[in-house]
């Protein structure tokens, strides 16, 4: 079975400041995606950064960028200039090609101005 | 626009009554549809794969009694809550996947479930 695990279950960061959420996996198989997804007090889950685990460059959307370390199973976002709306519940998730996907505990993040 | 709406987005209802979710696909004809349930502030956990004209498949520990799922048109997935108790109180999520990327799904907007 696969699991994924944030270990901070909190974190907060100054407005325009930079922050790393931390996500690791577990897994056996060798083809698979990962995904954070942010989750805003709305509850509506909205995609923030996909990485395909054949490629080895790390996938970048504008202030949100990976850091995919595949041999040490790791996963972390990075989110830089921080701004109020990025405010959020943020999820790890990994996917197997059959669309099972999980997530880990979430990562509350709080943007302070 | 959305694509993946839920109905109600929020319902109460008392102990020992059913209570049925719809999930529609609005842009795409979906052979598979999810549903995922989160607890406050926790993760979300899947519950099920909903399968159009087949039966749903469950994950180990969701009762396939408890949470009936009719998947009966290609936009349109339904779980049935029966004979709810409070710890069913959570909110249920669904999703399907998006044409033409691997494995990303668009997730509907959730329905939040209290059970008196």
């Known amino acids: 079975a696969q699991t994924v695990t944030q270990s901070q279950p909190e974190m907060s960061v100054q407005e325009a400041e930079t922050v790393t959420l931390s996500c690791t996996y577990d897994?056996?198989?060798?083809?698979?995606?990962l995904f954070w997804y942010k989750q805003p007090p709305s509850r509506q889950m909205i995609l923030v950064i996909r990485?395909?685990?054949?490629?080895?460059q790390n996938a970048t959307e504008n202030r949100f960028s990976v850091n995919f370390q595949k041999a040490a199973k790791s996963f972390s976002l990075k989110i830089s200039d921080s701004q109020l709306g990025d405010t959020a519940m943020y999820f790890c998730?990994?996917?197997?090609?059959?669309?099972?996907?999980?997530f880990g505990a979430g990562t509350r993040l709080t943007v302070k101005p | 626009g959305a694509v993946v709406s839920q109905h109600p987005s929020w319902v109460i209802c008392k102990s020992g009554t059913s209570v049925k979710i719809e999930c529609r696909s609005l842009?795409?004809?979906?052979?598979?549809m999810f549903w995922y349930r989160q607890f406050p502030k926790q993760s979300l956990m899947l519950m099920a794969t909903?399968?159009?004209?087949?039966?749903?498949?469950?994950e180990q520990g969701v009762e396939k009694d408890k949470f009936l799922i009719n998947h009966a048109s290609l936009t349109l997935s339904t779980l049935t809550v029966t004979s709810a108790h409070p710890e069913d109180s959570s909110f249920y999520i669904c999703?399907?996947?998006?044409?033409?990327?691997?494995?990303?799904?668009?997730f509907g907007p959730g329905t939040r479930l209290t059970v008196l």
């Open positions: 998730a990994f996917m197997k090609p059959n669309n099972d996907m999980r």
């Open positions: 897994t056996s198989e060798s083809n698979y995606y």
């Open positions: 990485q395909e685990a054949y490629k080895q």
């Open positions: 842009d795409f004809q979906a052979t598979t």
């Open positions: 909903s399968n159009e004209g087949s039966k749903a498949t469950y």
């Open positions: 999703s399907r996947p998006i044409p033409g990327t691997y494995n990303e799904q668009f």
